[in-house]
């Protein structure tokens, strides 16, 4: 699978067009399943307008504006992971098995990996063919671990675990200016406190990961941190 993990979606010509090499054909001839369960672990972000927002691709408020949804795929689905366990899996998992990309929105990490592992999605992901896309908490699950400073819902074994399908953790939206402790220095505190190699991303900046091999698309700030 290959992975494209943004602080906040597409939303400069340099993720854009990283996301069109990886896809291999235009957005225009992709289709494309959405996911936002992650919000509603989220208290700023779900449940209600702002799951409609993302879902639509509409969104007003600059902190929430979605460039993901609506980058003009030929379809687009959703998948609400929450639904899953409830359905049988063949009636959803061909759908996730012939798409060309996942759009996982922000939210709570945890929350996400949850119902990840619940729906059955966590065991499918690795053999995907599918591009996926993150956005914060859509990148941050990908990690083995969040660290304490993201821990918002907790699951019910605790803890911050998340899916280790990167050997990195991601501090999103660095010096965004709606959420004044994502500064540089309390990036630097977090990573100090992880145990694996960590990077500080703005909201310019995505990280690519093909085959194991990292590369970080920015037009804008971010920090690569070592254990």
Same mark, same amino acid.
């Given at each position: 699978?290959?992975?494209?993990?943004?602080?906040?979606?597409?939303?400069?010509?340099?993720?854009?067009?990283?996301?069109?090499?990886?896809?291999?054909?235009?957005?225009?001839?992709?289709?494309?399943?959405?996911?936002?369960?992650?919000?509603?672990?989220?208290?700023?972000?779900?449940?209600?307008?702002?799951?409609?927002?993302?879902?639509?691709?509409?969104?007003?408020?600059?902190?929430?504006?979605?460039?993901?949804?609506?980058?003009?795929?030929?379809?687009?689905?959703?998948?609400?992971?929450?639904?899953?366990?409830?359905?049988?899996?063949?009636?959803?998992?061909?759908?996730?098995?012939?798409?060309?990309?996942?759009?996982?929105?922000?939210?709570?990490?945890?929350?996400?990996?949850?119902?990840?592992?619940?729906?059955?999605?966590?065991?499918?992901?690795?053999?995907?063919?599918?591009?996926?896309?993150?956005?914060?908490?859509?990148?941050?699950?990908? %990690?083995?671990?969040?660290?304490?400073?993201?821990?918002?819902?907790?699951?019910?074994?605790?803890?911050?675990?998340?899916?280790?399908?990167?050997?990195?953790?991601?501090?999103?939206?660095?010096?965004?200016?709606?959420?004044?402790?994502?500064?540089? %220095?309390?990036?630097?505190?977090? %990573?100090?406190?992880?145990?694996?190699?960590?990077? %500080?991303?703005?909201?310019?900046?995505?990280?690519?990961?093909?085959?194991?091999?990292?590369?970080?698309?920015?037009?804008?700030?971010?920090?690569?941190?070592?254990?």
């Amino acid at each position: 699978m290959k992975l494209l993990l943004t602080s906040a979606g597409v939303n400069n010509k340099s993720i854009h067009d990283a996301l069109v090499d990886m896809l291999d054909k235009p957005i225009a001839d992709s289709n494309a399943l959405c996911i936002p369960t992650a919000m509603y672990g989220h208290p700023w972000v779900g449940p209600g307008v702002k799951a409609w927002q993302f879902i639509s691709g509409i969104s007003e408020n600059p902190m929430f504006k979605n460039p993901m949804v609506d980058l003009g795929w030929k379809s687009v689905g959703v998948l609400e992971l929450t639904a899953l366990p409830s359905i049988n899996r063949d009636r959803w998992v061909p759908l996730v098995q012939e798409t060309d990309v996942l759009l996982v929105s922000g939210g709570d990490a945890l929350y996400l990996y949850h119902w990840m592992r619940q729906s059955g999605l966590a065991d499918l992901l690795p053999s995907l063919q599918a591009v996926y896309v993150g956005m914060s908490a859509g990148s941050m699950v990908m %990690a083995p671990n969040i660290g304490e400073f993201f821990v918002g819902w907790t699951p019910p074994t605790g803890g911050d675990e998340t899916l280790s399908l990167v050997d990195f953790a991601i501090f999103p939206h660095l010096d965004h200016e709606m959420l004044p402790g994502n500064t540089m %220095a309390a990036a630097e505190r977090w %990573a100090a406190g992880m145990q694996g190699p960590t990077y %500080a991303i703005d909201d310019q900046t995505a990280i690519k990961v093909i085959d194991g091999a990292v590369e970080v698309i920015s037009e804008g700030n971010w920090k690569h941190f070592l254990p």
